[in-house]
């Protein structure tokens, strides 16, 4: 018997038509899949979306900015993938200097030698290689609440081959790591 393997839609609408998809299709909110991704998370969290602004999403408080403190805090890495405005928005956001250990800040090749070439639109999050959101959601106010945005959550063998996408990329530099004081080095 294979590795459990499932598909479930994730959905963003603004309220009260938000609700009553979701209600009436059985669909999950973007913000608490994410959320919950990082709750459960136990090693590892990819996050990978073009765009964190320091006024919403998951910058400056909120559900998800907790989260992430939170996973940090229990020791998972945190792997997060932006573009380079998106990475410093992140560092000013207050995130503890003690969990910063464990953050890791990637950035796309192109867009570290033109600002203006965001070099990855994909908005991706993957829990311990084993469950993974796909969408189209920025990781920004409008994104997570009020757009219309349509995703799913897969978990098996497409969540675990999702991971390998992403360490492939970085290991043929697409992507580049960032070094931002007091974070890890390796991955």
């Known amino acids: 018997m294979g590795q459990k393997q499932t598909v479930e839609l994730v959905i963003t609408a603004p309220d009260p038509i938000g609700v009553h998809i979701r209600e009436k299709l059985g669909c999950r909110s973007t913000l608490g899949v994410l959320t919950q991704l990082l ?3 136990r090693r ?11 006024e919403q999403g998951i910058i400056g408080g909120g559900s998800l ?6 996973a940090l805090q229990r020791g998972v890495y945190v792997d997060v993938f932006s573009s380079g405005d998106g990475l410093q928005a992140l560092l000013g956001s207050g995130l503890l200097a003690a969990t910063l250990s464990h953050l890791r800040l990637y950035q796309p090749h192109v867009n570290a030698m033109d600002l203006h070439a965001i070099g990855s639109h994909a908005k991706v999050c993957i829990c311990d290689g ?3 959101y ?3 959601a920025n990781v920004t106010g409008p994104g997570l609440t009020t757009n219309l945005e349509i995703g799913i ?4 063998e497409v969540a675990a081959r999702l991971r390998q996408v992403w360490a492939y990329m970085v290991e043929e530099g697409f992507f580049i790591q960032v070094h931002a004081p007091g974070t890890h080095s390796d991955h």
């Open 39 to 41: 709750a459960q998370s």
């Open 44 to 54: 590892e969290v990819i996050l990978a979306t073009p765009f964190l602004r320091a």
């Open 134 to 136: 796909v969408g189209s």
């Open 65 to 70: 900015f907790d989260a992430i403190a939170a």
């Open 130 to 132: 084993c469950l993974a």
């Open 153 to 156: 959550l897969v978990e098996g």
